[in-house]
């Protein structure tokens, strides 16, 4: 038996480009599920100075040079 309400409409027409697509660097963050998709692409974020009244590990984190494998978004 087949659905046809309008959710699965609208569901198969915004992921109608997703469709046969590899997906990969699936991530869970608390209730959130992300997915990449299409060629992949580095994003590099450069170190940065922030104030001092944060703590020394949230320092840390801003002063290293960080590097992201994403996708192209919606091909």
């Known amino acids: 038996m087949t659905s046809n309400t309008a959710i699965d409409r609208v569901f198969e027409r915004v ?3 997703l469709s046969g697509k590899p997906c ?3 991530y869970i963050y608390g209730g959130t599920i992300s997915f990449e998709f299409g060629k992949p692409r580095l994003e590099f974020h450069e170190p940065q100075r922030i104030s001092r009244n944060v703590s020394h590990r949230v320092r840390d984190l801003f002063a290293s040079r960080w590097l992201h494998i994403k996708g192209n978004g919606l091909c």
């Open 24 to 26: 990969w660097g699936v």
């Open 15 to 17: 992921f109608k480009k």
